[in-house]
């Protein structure tokens, strides 16, 4: 039982590339969630899904596409990457209506 | 603004003391809090959770407490030990809402030998 598996663990990006984080799970969850972690600013929500086919922005959704195909995976994509988006990302888990959300162990993106 | 704090930023305790750490939340409509450790390099993990009808929940080691007059959480952690230094996240929920939570700044937990 793998959990929440994020691919890539590091990356750099130049300014106006884009990328696609990948996030995948074996728990048979149904609600997937993406947040940047910034020092100081705690953890933001990016974007979420309640399961396949259905997504929904979070806080700071600018800059970032999801889909939800499956209910296994849950990419979020850097449309233009921007310095503004260095941060590490981290991708979760839950079942609806448990909040215990199991987190993946991040990718650190910068952006130069 | 962020609905939930941290009313310390920092915390340095010594080896076999107790710790307090305290979060407050702006939603008087948030029912359930839950709170998580993230160590150096790692995602967070699940520690404890509370649902807004109880004050009090209590785990191995660990105790939550919930205040919800002055909107006020808190987790204590018994004879803390070096395993235990890392950032502590409380989080808010409003159930029968959306499944986000939200969650506060974090307090850094150092454990002095």
């Known amino acids: 039982n793998a959990g929440v598996t994020q691919t890539p663990k590091f990356q750099v990006l130049k300014t106006g590339q884009s990328m696609t984080l990948q996030c995948a799970q074996d728990?048979?969850?149904?609600?997937m969630s993406w947040y940047r972690q910034d020092p100081g600013m705690g953890l933001r929500l990016i974007h979420y899904?309640?399961?396949?086919?259905?997504?929904d922005q979070g806080e700071v959704p600018n800059g970032y596409n999801v889909s939800r195909s499956t209910t296994e995976d849950f990419p979020l994509r850097l449309l233009s990457a921007a310095p503004s988006q260095t941060s590490v990302y981290f991708c979760?888990?839950?079942?609806?209506?448990?909040?215990?959300?199991?987190f993946g162990s991040g990718t650190r993106l910068t952006v130069v | 603004g962020e609905s939930v704090g941290l009313h310390l930023p920092t915390l340095s305790v010594q080896e076999g003391d107790n710790s307090i750490i305290n979060c407050a939340y702006s939603?008087?409509?948030?029912?359930?809090f839950i709170w998580y450790k993230q160590e150096s390099g790692k995602g967070p993990q699940f520690i404890i959770d509370?649902?807004?009808?109880?004050d009090k929940r209590q785990g191995q080691r660990v105790t939550v407490l919930l205040n919800k007059t002055v909107k006020h959480l808190s987790l204590q952690i018994a004879a803390t030990q070096p395993g235990d230094s890392a950032v502590y996240f409380c989080?808010?929920?409003?159930?029968?809402?959306?499944?986000?939570?939200?969650f506060g700044k974090g307090t850094k937990l150092t454990v002095n030998p």
């Open positions: 979760a888990s839950s079942y609806v209506g448990l909040w215990g959300y199991t």
């Open positions: 728990m048979n969850h149904e609600y």
């Open positions: 899904s309640v399961g396949a086919g259905i997504t």
């Open positions: 939603n008087s409509a948030s029912d359930y």
């Open positions: 509370i649902r807004s009808n109880m």
């Open positions: 989080a808010e929920n409003i159930q029968g809402g959306s499944e986000k939570l939200v």
